[in-house]
């Protein structure tokens, strides 16, 4: 092995290292709100009416709390999965960007477009994000692969928009499923992809 193909191989260990810590700390947050139980989710949720009296806080811890043990597997199980399945999100501050700007999107859609939505919890509007933002940079960079990914995407995106939640995703998560903010959430990917691209551009244009 060349000099060459030993520094490729120790660049993608590190990507592949930074992309599971970033996941990992995601989801660790995300277990220490679940230890919290009920109160905790009362307190951090996305939850309109205390947003609009100042708990601006729950902008973002609101996308970390979960109806409960099952919600939060499920969303946890789904974030490691696109951990391993988009290298397109190759380094901790690309997937918090992501994070945040996928958030920002939700906090939008819903306090703005969705004024029926009283209260949400849960990080799979955020997964969303990642998985939109995941395959669009893919695409960019002519990785093919990502192709499944991206009509699985389209397919689920356009069943909740016509007919609602996925069936069973319901009793999976043993409560309501706001479907919308998946919606939302790949308006945020969308946005993040498309300023990594304009950034990309800029960096090589000087």
């Not at 993608?12 to 599971?20: N, Q």
């Not at 397109?88 to 700007?101: K, V």
């Not at 309501?176 to 960096?203: L, N």
Request: some cysteine.
């Amino acid at each position: 092995m060349n000099h060459g193909q030993t520094e490729l191989r120790e660049s993608r260990a590190a990507k592949l290292f930074s992309t599971c810590a970033v996941g990992a700390a995601i989801a660790g947050l995300a277990g220490l709100f679940e230890l919290w139980g009920e109160a905790g989710r009362l307190a951090l949720r996305y939850d309109r009416e205390a947003i609009a009296g100042g708990e601006i806080w729950r902008l973002v811890s609101g996308h970390l709390v979960h109806l409960g043990p099952s919600h939060f597997a499920m969303n946890v199980l789904a974030l490691a999965i696109l951990v391993v399945v988009l290298p397109a999100l190759a380094t901790w501050r690309q997937w918090l960007f992501c994070f945040l700007l996928s958030a920002l999107s939700i906090d939008i859609g819903l306090f703005v477009f969705q004024p029926a939505v009283s209260w949400y919890v849960g990080l799979s509007g955020v997964l969303h994000g990642f998985w939109t933002s995941g395959v669009l940079l893919a695409l960019h960079a002519r990785r093919f692969e990502a192709v499944p990914l991206a009509i699985l995407l389209l397919l689920k995106l356009g069943y909740e928009f016509l007919f609602g939640p996925i069936p069973l995703s319901g009793d999976v998560a043993a409560g309501p499923v706001v479907s919308v903010a998946h919606a939302w959430g790949a308006v945020g990917g969308v946005a993040f992809a498309i300023g990594s691209i304009a950034v990309r551009r800029r960096d090589r244009s000087l």
